[in-house]
């Protein structure tokens, strides 16, 4: 293939901005899908991403496109997540492609992923195309949002061009643009291959699907090659490209993206950023892949049934295969038995993964409250990584605990300014500088814990910018916290899944705001339920559900009294039999709804 004629480029912005419905166009106009095939949000193929209306996974389409000079071209789009959760996705996707379509909002403007994932391109040094998509809409501001983006790409005569992707408008022009301004992929096909792995997929007939982009050599069906992070020898069984369902061919050269099956079946044996050459001419060193970015959060997932636990194994690691900033380890909880520590990027992240695995693979589960990693330096100077809150040592044994701080930036319309800064200094949050992008939208920078934006901070932000508001994070390290944990009781038993690491001043407040919440949450018993919140040995709050009332003299009419005493008394000593022996079922929602608390 000429590589002149290729083109590698993937469509980043913030979410909800129209990716999905622009890389739909681009579909429909270099023809490549049916019109009697063709759905909305086309390469969202999972039924999460279209009912929740986001994209989730990055997905590889490859187009053929006549431009205006006559000259034919074969594109390579990858369409990416917008939310900061997915930003993994989005890294994986730029290190494929030699170009991006920046697409901003006509209505909302340059948001807080706009600004990240600009970021992200320029640092791999991309060609970056500023489209300004939905200008049909009636509260359009495409001359503001211009100014908002030639300020984030510091040109003032940069080439913007402003389209609607709902209507078709300036999608010709967004195709020229591609064909004329972003460069072809450098490589040579007669060189040793050398393919960087972005991605994977499992399939229960083919075993692992790999997604590659050449960057070097020609990979053949029968090839021998080997994976350098692994050192195993596979047979190339099937190889293709998506146009965009899978297209099987004979060969793909240097600088195009495909897939190729060698009868991979463990999942963990491929991991994305990782290099494939092959075994009888292998390159000298490995492509530079991309960090691995760490998980943010840890929560246990435990299976409902302890019958499920193995099939909950084999559906993690064929999950993780999918989605390599998910992490997994094995645990063991003493209320919930068997089950694996998971870590992920975020809440959303985390609702994901339970929903997938839910529904994919057909298991019921227990998620734990979500944590992040605390470290502990005890008096004798051992340091200690705190994954859950029941992990934490007791209080006399603790020099000092730290946990993880990030920089935020929120960016906000200028009338809620002053809400998102009490918002963030009731969030433990360090003000650092404030910047007006335009007249009517300004950028905060503020310092704080990530423990604090994990559970509803995002929300709050929403509400109180009426969502106009988003934000983005970096993390910069540990700090010191005065931190202690707080420990859940039902009738005096440990409920060790809803323990919290919380700040001291804060160990009341929340305590209390938590037994008023599980009081609601907690079906009643036919006894009464004791629910209490405790710092060590200190019962700090403490709440009662009412047992279920039953009429035991229903059936007694007249007559002595001495008989309905007899039964009430039995009734009395049968509940505190019930209290000291019985279980209290805690629905699953209590443990992200008990978090939520504003």
Known sequence: MDLSRLRNFCIVAHIDHGKSTLADRLLQSTGAVEKRKFREQLLDDMDLERERGITIKASAVRLDYRAADGQSYVLNLIDTPGHVDFSFEVTKSLQACEGALLVVDAAQGVEAQTVANFQLARERKLMILPVINKIDLPNAQPERVAIELKHLLQQDSVKITYASAKEGQGIAEILERIVQEIPPPQGDSAAALAGLIFDSSFDPYKGVVVFVRLVNGTLKRGMIVTLMGQQKRYEVQELGIFRPQPQPMEVLHAGEVGYFTANIRHPREVIAGDTVTEVSRPVTSALPGFQRLKPMVFAGIYPSSTQELSTLRTAIEKYALNDAAFQFEPEQSDALGQGFRCGFLGLLHMEIVQERLEREYAVDLVLTTPSVVFQVTTHGGKLIEVHRPHDL?????????????????????????????????????????????????????????????????????????????????????????????LDILLNGRLCEPLSLVVEKTQAYEKGKAMVERLKTLIPRQLFEVAVQAAVGSHIIARESIRPLAKNVTSKCYGGDISRKRKLWEKQREGKRRMRQFGNVEIPQEAFLAVLKLS
């Open 393 to 485: 040592p007791q209080p006399s044994t603790i020099r000092e605990i730290t946990e993880p701080y990030v920089r935020a930036f929120i960016l906000s319309p200028a009338q809620a300014l002053g809400q998102m800064m009490e918002l963030a200094t009731q969030k433990r949050g360090i003000y650092r500088s404030t910047e007006y992008l335009s007249e009517t939208r300004a950028k905060l920078i503020y310092e704080m814990p990530l423990a604090e934006i994990l559970i509803d901070f995002y929300d709050r932000l929403k509400s109180l910018t009426r969502g106009y508001g988003s934000f983005d994070y970096e993390l910069i390290g540990y700090r010191p916290s005065a931190l202690v944990r």
